[in-house]
Each structure stands twice: as C-alpha cells, then as structure tokens.
C-alpha cells in the first residue's frame, strides 16, 4: 500500500517568527502600539514563543533603520509587507541574534508569501555569506534614528544626539522598585537613589518575590518624580494620569493618602490590580485629570503627563516609528491643559511634580514660563536628592535625564521634570 506524500518539515520555530512577523505588521503597517500587538498575539502561544516573538520584533524596531540598508544592495524593487517582514526577521537574527543561518534563512523562507520565497532564500543566503561584515561602515546611530527626531534631539542636545540615539541600540535592563521592607531579588545591582537593575531579558513575573507583591517594575528615571515629591505620611497626595500605577505605589507606600487618576477604565482597572498585589491602598477614581475637581485641594500633587514617550524609546523601540513631529505639538497642548488643572487643585504652599518621559524640549522646558504664569514657583532640585544625577539638573533648577547617563550601568530612560510651590 502507497503511504500519502508527508508534509514538508516546518522549521523549529516557526510560530515564533509568526508572532514576529504579526507584531511588526501590526506596528509597521496598522500603526499600533507593539504592547498591544502582543497582547492581540493568540492565546495558545506559549509564553516562551510570545517572549522569543517580542525579541525578535524588538530587534527589528530596534534596528530598522541598519537592516533596511543591508537589504537595500539586494533588493531591484521593493517586496510587499510581508515579504520585507520576512527578510528584515531574518536578517535580524542572522546578524545581531546569533540565530545558525540555516535556521534562520529557512524559517524566513517560510514566513513570506509563496511569490516571494524565492527572493528571501536568495537575499539572505547573500546575507549569510558575508556575515556581520555588511554592518561595518554603516551609521547605525543616525539610521535607526527617525530624521525629524534626530535634527529635533540634535536642537536640543547638540553632539550628544549621537550618544542618546547609540543608547538606544540594544535592549534595555528591568529597573524595579522594592515595598517597604522588601528584600531585592538575587543578583539585583542597587542603583543610586534606591531602584534595583537586572540584567536585559529578565522574566519579572518568575522573580522570587513578584507574587507576593515585594516590587513593581519601574525604569529608574520613572522612579525620580514620585521621590523628589517627598511624600509625608498623611498628606493628601493626588497621581494624575496614574496607570499603571507605579507612581502611585510610591506615594501610598510613603504612608501618604493618595487619590489616583485615571481616564482610561482599562487602565484603572490595570492600576487596581498592581496594587492589590503589592498591598498599597490608593483612592482610585476613573476620569479626566484635565477636568476633575476634587472636594478639597490637595497637598500636593504628582503629574506624569501624557506624552510621545521618546524617552522611553530603549524599551519601547516601536514609538521611535510610530510618533511624528505633529504628536509633539498636540502632547505639549494636553499637557498644558493638564497643567492649568493640577495648579488649579493645589493648596496654597502645596508641592507640585511635573514629568513626562520624552526628550521633547516642547513636552518639557517649554512648560516652564506657563507654570510660572499659573502662580507656580519652581523649587529647584538639589544635587544630594538625585545621587549620581547632578550633570542632570539644569541651570533653571528643573531636571532632564537622557537615555545616555549612567551608560556603563545600562542607561536610563529621558525624562523632565520640575518641582513646583504654588504661592
């Protein structure tokens, strides 16, 4: 009896690159944040393939710029989008993950259309063939920097444009912030002002102590306005534009009476359940920072204002591509609403952070002459509050750190902010 024709072998792997291929579509093509793509990534996954698929992408977002230029040399026309996912997938790890190359160009064979299998078997064995030698020679900082970002951090910054987008060609480490009484997770290397670092790829939710609400994770920068806020036990502290939460966790573990808000109700939501595992209490109140009005002013007040998050680009690679220069100028405007709000619900002698996590003067220092017309004094920081910090305090007293400081350690993500007294 004749057995039927077996299927050709799938290469090992193979739904792995999949999820890769669906999250860079997502991002690339549908213009939609790569959180999402990989919450949206089916259900069935194992959670090793999801992690493998988010480095993989990653990579690819990381180093678009770098991987479109090797493809360039090969390529007469430009594939569709399938098919240009498929080689930029295994060019990445042919080049910067160490994948075998046989693994590597036979999985990304399978990954494209059938018209084009053909082409991607070509490209990539060329690709192989020379190796990590068609990386040298290129500028891999100014390609894998969107233009209108870099003449924008060139403006602001100057020759250390160079060094902020070099900062952001490889993966960032897992800063995490301890409850009161914690103990840091093994290996932990304790940062200057009181965050913890593991090493890039560490897998927080299997760390000793996650479940049992011994940290949050929280980038060491993100960590330093809720701390220059300098919670009171008792005090009447609001976290506007909360979620997730980390800021909130912060103040309510000073012992301060925290009111948090939040507009999006699937945020909240996200926000409730990080504290419900860390045992902090906060008020939570679904709504609008920018026109909620509280029973009584506060005490004070902390404002990490919605932004286009190009500080954040070492662990979101994905906003460098899908922010534009418009986005600054309609952040910048909602953060001046947010701004002329928070002054509004601050007692007299209340204390006031503002921050935003993205290397935008506009979404920054710009905001300093408005604050002062809202009747907000800033309050300069000192170089004793930020340990390690003080080349990133500014002339005017605000403070603005960048992807490149504490480069030895890893980096940091951009940050400004600015302490205010109202009067």
């Known amino acids: 009896m ?75 026309r430009e594939p569709p989008p399938p098919a240009r996912h498929a080689l930029r997938i295994g060019v990445a790890e042919l080049l910067l993950l160490g994948t075998p190359s046989h693994a590597a160009v036979a999985s990304a064979v399978d990954l494209a259309p059938r018209a084009f299998a053909g082409l991607v078997n070509a490209v990539l064995r060329k690709v192989a063939a020379e190796g990590e030698a068609l990386l040298e020679g290129l500028d891999a900082a100014r390609l894998d920097t ?77 960590a330093l306005p809720a701390r220059l806020l300098a919670a009171c036990p008792g005090e009447r502290i609001a976290d506007l534009c ?47 920072a920018a026109q909620f009005r509280p029973a009584a002013p506060f005490d004070a007040i902390l404002l990490d204002a919605p932004c286009t998050a190009t500080g954040t ?23 001046s609403r947010l701004l002329q709000s928070a002054a509004g619900m601050l007692a007299p002698g209340g204390r006031l952070v503002f921050a935003t996590c993205s290397l935008q003067a506009e979404e920054g220092e710009a905001h300093l002459r408005e ?29 603005r750190t960048r992807p490149d400081y504490w480069a030895a350690r890893g980096g940091m993500d951009g940050f400004f902010i600015a302490r205010f007294v109202k009067a």
């Open 242 to 288: 909360a979620a997730p939460g980390g800021k909130t966790a912060q103040l309510a573990a000073a012992g301060a009476q925290v009111t948090a808000v939040e507009r999006d109700a699937k945020r909240a939501e996200r926000l409730r359940e990080n504290l419900a595992r860390l045992h902090l209490p906060a008020e939570i109140i679904t709504a609008d």
């Open 313 to 335: 680009i070492r662990r979101h690679p994905d906003v460098a591509w899908l922010k534009r220069a418009r986005d600054v100028t309609t952040a910048a405007a909602l953060q």
């Open 146 to 222: 969107p233009p209108w970002l870099w003449s924008a951090w060139h403006a602001a910054y100057g020759p250390a444009v160079r060094s902020i987008a070099e900062a952001h060609c490889g993966p960032a480490p897992l800063d995490i912030s301890l409850t009161p009484g914690a103990t840091p997770p093994e290996g932990a290397e304790a940062l200057p002002g009181g965050s913890f670092r593991l090493p890039a790829g560490t897998r927080v939710t299997e760390l000793a102590g996650f479940a049992e609400g011994a940290f949050w994770v929280q980038d060491a920068a993100a």
């Open 371 to 399: 604050a002062s017309a809202l009747g907000l004094k800033l309050d300069p920081i000192r170089a004793e509050e930020v340990p390690g910090l003080s080349e990133a305090i500014l002339p005017s007293g605000a403070l």
């Open 2 to 76: 004749n057995e039927a024709p077996s299927r050709p072998r799938r290469p090992p792997g193979l739904p792995t690159r999949r999820a890769a291929r669906d999250v860079l579509d997502a991002v690339l093509e549908a213009h939609r944040p790569l959180e999402e793509a990989l919450e949206a990534l089916p259900a069935r996954l194992e959670a090793r393939d999801r992690a493998a698929a988010h480095r993989i992408a990653a990579t690819v977002l990381r180093r678009l710029g770098s991987i479109d230029a090797v493809l360039e040399p090969f390529l007469r």
